[in-house]
């Protein structure tokens, strides 16, 4: 069952091409601090594996998440805006609907590094945020590319 479409590509949109393996290894090593919108608190949800699986990997994990407190022993943030200090990257689990705003707030705040998620393609908003000067990785797993491309470990 599908709740909502994560695809958005507009008829006149050209593909987004995802950097070099070698330069999402090269992100991969030099990224600290991921903010993960959308982190679920719930066990079962991918979100929640995969940010776990990066923390094991000693990347410090940022949740954004309205009306969550704590998620993986952080602090939760309702938004971007709202983050202490800019992550290296933030990595998405929402639908493709709600990317150009999560774009809009990468813009606004200067962060250099946007991941979308599998199955998250919002070729308009990749391309936006390209010509802003963000590295954009769409319609990839992060962990599943951590463990793949070797991270960096603790």
């Not at 094991?56 to 938004?79: C, H, N, Q, S, W």
Request: charged residues 20%.
């Amino acid at each position: 069952m599908v709740y909502y479409n994560r695809t958005f590509i507009p008829a006149d949109a050209m593909p987004h091409s995802n950097p070099s393996s070698e330069e999402i290894s090269r992100i991969l090593h030099e990224v600290h601090s991921i903010a993960v919108v959308g982190l679920s608190p719930n066990q079962s949800r991918p979100s929640f594996r995969v940010a776990q699986a990066l923390q094991g990997f000693g990347y410090r994990i940022i949740p954004v998440r309205p009306m969550v407190d704590e998620v993986l022993g952080e602090k939760a943030y309702p938004d971007l805006e709202s983050l202490p200090e800019l992550p290296d990257i933030v990595d998405v689990f929402r639908a493709a609907e709600f990317v150009p705003a999560i774009v809009d707030s990468c813009i606004r705040l200067g962060i250099k590094n946007l991941w979308l998620q599998d199955g998250i393609i919002n070729e308009e908003a990749a391309l936006r945020a390209q010509q802003a000067g963000i590295t954009v990785v769409m319609n990839r797993c992060m962990g599943r590319d951590a463990v793949q491309l070797g991270a960096r470990s603790r």
